[in-house]
């Protein structure tokens, strides 16, 4: 019924910058929050940043000053702008979004199939 797709995942050399994209379509009533997450080899999935409709935001500690989150409400999209970019910060990228369908009407919660961000020299 509703799915979401990533794009702009890639290699960058550290200091570099990536934006990635998460669009949703589908039978689509309403988005509530959506965010990213991500997920290293090794570690856990951990939150990256979140946004409401609103426009208000959350970070992790570790990504704070260096990427923001935005979303465009009338293209049901969300992007992150990921900058100063290092080693760390390598990991498979999912996009996150809470979603009232048209029909049924009901609230679920859905992903993406992730965007593989590789930071290396």
């Known amino acids: 019924q509703v799915q979401l797709v990533e794009s702009g995942g890639g290699l960058v050399q550290p200091g570099g910058s990536l934006r990635l994209s998460c669009a949703a379509s589908?039978?689509?009533?309403?988005?509530?929050?959506m965010g990213w997450y991500r997920q290293a080899p090794g570690k856990q999935r951990e939150l990256v940043a979140a946004?409401?409709?609103?426009?208000?935001?959350n970070y992790a500690d570790s990504v704070k000053g260096r990427f923001a989150i935005s979303r465009d409400n009338a293209k049901n999209t969300v992007y992150l702008q990921m900058n100063s970019l290092k080693p760390e910060d390598t990991a498979v990228y999912y996009c996150?979004?809470?979603?009232?369908?048209?029909?049924?009407?009901?609230?679920?919660?859905?992903w993406g199939r992730g965007t593989q961000v590789t930071v290396s020299s």
């Open positions: 996150n979004a809470d979603i009232t369908g048209t029909y049924p009407n009901m609230e679920y919660d859905y």
């Open positions: 589908g039978s689509i009533f309403s988005i509530n929050v």
């Open positions: 946004i409401s409709s609103g426009g208000s935001t």
